[in-house]
């Protein structure tokens, strides 16, 4: 089955600081890729969708200066958590689609971020 | 009102019984229907993948999509503990670009 990947797992950084979570379909190619945050027992919220080569589409209520995302290819995509605040701890998931316009999404294993 | 509606449990089983789970959603137009399974700290995992109504089965796991009714449900027969978990539905329409809707998810827990 399609695999994504996820890195890293967890982090934890300093108020202030930015950090990359990178996404990537590890035997397909993914046009386009999703990225959702997660709060404790909760459901999954969707921040953005990421389009190979083109600029990601934002939901409403999502800062676009505040989480960069980069599609540079095929398989990896990228969200940059800019200039973190303690409010930004959460869990982001990314997920992409296989090759075929009906298939599934799968999903990554998530990255835990803290910030402190 | 929520577009997809989730009981979010606790729903807690004896090992061995069967798990029946569902969601409603009040949009007509989704056409595509998915359970996923996720643990603790980690991503989503896909169970079941339907688009028409009626039942789908793979393994201990069967899904039931009744368009007319709105209604999607899943059920799992011979529990495990390793089952315990959060269980979402999601679903989107057809030209969505593949955007989901998910439900709130419900906790699951088998009792060994």
């Known amino acids: 089955g399609a695999v994504v990947s996820q890195h890293p797992s967890w982090v934890i950084c300093k108020s202030g600081t930015s950090v990359k979570i990178e996404c990537r379909s590890l035997?397909?190619?993914?046009?386009?890729m999703f990225w959702y945050r997660q709060f404790p027992k909760q459901s999954l919220m969707l921040m953005a969708t990421s389009n190979e080569g083109s600029k990601a589409t934002y939901e409403q209520g999502v800062e676009k200066d505040k989480f960069l995302i980069n599609h540079a290819s095929l398989t990896l995509s990228t969200l940059t958590v800019t200039s973190a605040h303690p409010e930004d701890s959460s869990f982001y998931i990314c997920?992409?689609?296989?090759?075929?316009?009906?298939?599934?999404?799968?999903f990554g294993n998530g990255t835990r971020l803290t910030v402190t | 009102q929520k577009e997809v509606e989730q009981d979010p449990g606790p729903l807690s089983v004896p090992e061995g019984a069967i798990v029946s789970l569902n969601c409603t959603y009040s949009?007509?137009?989704?056409?595509?229907f998915m359970w996923y399974r996720q643990y603790s700290r980690k991503g989503p995992e896909l169970l079941m993948y339907?688009?028409?109504?009626g039942n789908k089965e793979d393994g201990r796991f069967t899904a039931q999509v009744d368009k007319s009714s709105k209604y999607i449900s899943l059920f799992i027969r011979d529990s495990q503990p390793s089952d315990s978990a959060t269980y979402l539905c999601?679903?989107?329409?057809?030209?969505?670009?593949?955007?989901?809707?998910f439900g709130g998810g419900t906790r699951v827990l088998v009792k060994p």
């Open positions: 035997d397909f190619q993914a046009t386009t």
């Open positions: 997920s992409a689609r296989g090759g075929e316009a009906n298939s599934p999404l799968h």
């Open positions: 339907t688009y028409s109504s």
């Open positions: 999601a679903m989107r329409f057809k030209a969505a670009g593949n955007k989901l809707t």
């Open positions: 949009n007509s137009a989704f056409q595509y």
